[in-house]
């Protein structure tokens, strides 16, 4: 028996819409019994894309996470349905049942992931399947079929040489928010932490510092990581966890300069200056 699960690679995602689109195809209009009631045109996205902007001007950036039902092992919304509405099958897929759960609106608000929807003409919770009705005909969900980017990854974790399986056991892969209680069938890889960035300049001439080695350590851990300016003298350290850090400036012929940050959300340091060493 397959237990199927999927892999969301965040720093792949290019926020194309592509899955976003082709779930709307697949559902829109179309019944899948006993699995799925046809999805209304508009106010439902099984597969969303949250966009997260990170920084302020002038070191902005933008992830798009891709959102959809979890399917998770411990799953609050098979617990909040009567009837067994809802029910995990034993490949871990969870079904809304579309005729037991007419009417359960308690159902929509158990998920913490907030991915189920009401579908007020039929008063009916509704949400992601994994394409459940193509998985018995052996292809893969929708939305990773038309990723074109490769930012969705769809498998058997049962098979130790799937590409989901190898993924997961490669431990780099964590859940989205709530979701080390519920027990998640969706990894993520990527998902955006905080950045430390900035300019340097050889405040003597004005102009951009290129090559300057910026060495940033951790207070609390003592470890270090080095990069070296662009040609525009920016710099940039992503994947930060929040904390106090200490970032080192030095070029050859500049006084070194050292910046202490207290990180608590994306931090861009501006203009750092360095001096000329005075022969
Ligand atoms: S993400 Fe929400 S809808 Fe999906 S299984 Fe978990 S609790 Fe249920
Ligand atoms: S299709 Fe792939 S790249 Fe495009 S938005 Fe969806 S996950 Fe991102």
Redesign the pocket.
């Known amino acids: 028996m397959a237990k199927w699960a999927m892999v969301?690679d965040v720093s792949?995602?290019?926020?194309?819409?592509?899955?976003?689109t082709a779930c709307k195809d697949e559902y829109w209009d179309n019944d899948y019994p006993p699995y799925s009631a046809a999805q209304p045109r508009h106010g439902q996205f099984w597969?969303d894309?949250v966009k997260k902007e990170r920084g302020t001007y002038p070191w902005v950036k933008v992830a798009?996470i891709?959102v959809l039902c979890m399917q998770c092992d411990n799953a609050p919304c098979v617990k909040a349905a009567k009837n067994g509405a809802v029910y995990k099958r034993p490949d871990g897929i969870v079904i809304i049942d579309p005729e037991k759960a007419v009417g359960q609106r308690q159902i929509v608000d158990a998920c913490p992931y907030h991915v189920i929807f009401w579908n007020e003409e039929k008063q009916l919770p509704q949400k992601c399947t994994f394409c459940v009705h193509m998985l018995a005909k052996g292809k893969i969900p929708k939305?990773v079929q038309?990723?074109?980017?490769g930012?969705?990854v769809f498998g058997d974790l049962d098979d130790p040489k799937s590409d989901v399986s190898k993924i997961v056991a490669s431990k780099k892969t964590e859940a989205l928010n709530h979701g080390r209680k519920t027990k998640p069938r969706v990894y993520y890889l990527g998902l955006p932490k905080l950045f430390i960035a900035g300019s340097v300049v050889f405040g003597d001439v004005d102009e951009c510092a290129e090559g300057a080695r910026v060495t940033l350590t951790g207070q609390s851990t003592g470890k270090s990581i080095e990069t070296l300016t662009n040609n525009f003298g920016d710099f940039e350290f992503d994947g930060l966890g929040a904390g106090e850090y200490s970032v080192k400036f030095e070029c050859k012929g500049y006084k070194a300069k050292t910046v202490n940050v207290d990180l608590k959300t994306d931090k861009h340091l501006g203009v750092v200056n360095l001096a000329r060493v005075r022969s």
Do not use: K
């Open positions: 969301i792949r995602c290019t926020g194309c819409y592509c899955c976003f597969m894309l798009y891709p939305c038309v990723c074109p980017s930012a969705l």
